[in-house]
């Protein structure tokens, strides 16, 4: 099984509140969406906000807090429909679609473990 979808099947395996789970790595942009997921974004704006929009978004932040902030790990969108977690990886990122009942960040640790622990793979 390729290392991507791996790591994407532990990240859907944190909560069941995961709808969704993207990984650009190297250039290589992996996703999926569990099957019974209501009110989701068609897949070919998935796409094009992890080719465009989260790396733009990573980019900023980063350059913001690395100015005077300490850094940046991540950003968290609040969407009408889902919260979207995006956390900056060495190589990429990792986007996480979460439902709104839950708080993504309770989630953010586990889901940067799962992605440096499949880099090292």
């Known amino acids: 099984m390729d290392h991507l979808q791996s790591a994407i099947d532990q990240i859907l395996a944190v909560s069941t509140a995961v709808r969704y789970v993207a990984l ?3 250039g290589k942009l992996t996703s ?8 989701a974004s068609a897949s070919e704006s998935d796409r094009y906000e992890e080719l465009f929009v989260n790396p733009t978004l990573l980019t900023l ?18 969407y009408g429909n889902f ?8 190589d990429g990122h990792v986007s996480v679609c979460l439902e709104l009942a839950s708080n993504p960040l ?3 640790d586990a889901i940067r473990a799962i992605c440096e622990s499949d880099h090292q793979q």
Do not use: T
């Open 24 to 26: 650009y790595r190297e």
């Open 32 to 39: 999926r969406q569990r099957s019974e997921v209501s009110d």
């Open 61 to 78: 932040v980063r350059q913001r807090g690395n100015l005077d902030c300490g850094g940046a790990q991540f950003v968290l969108v609040r």
């Open 83 to 90: 919260y979207q977690l995006v956390l900056d990886l060495h």
């Open 106 to 108: 309770d989630h953010a």
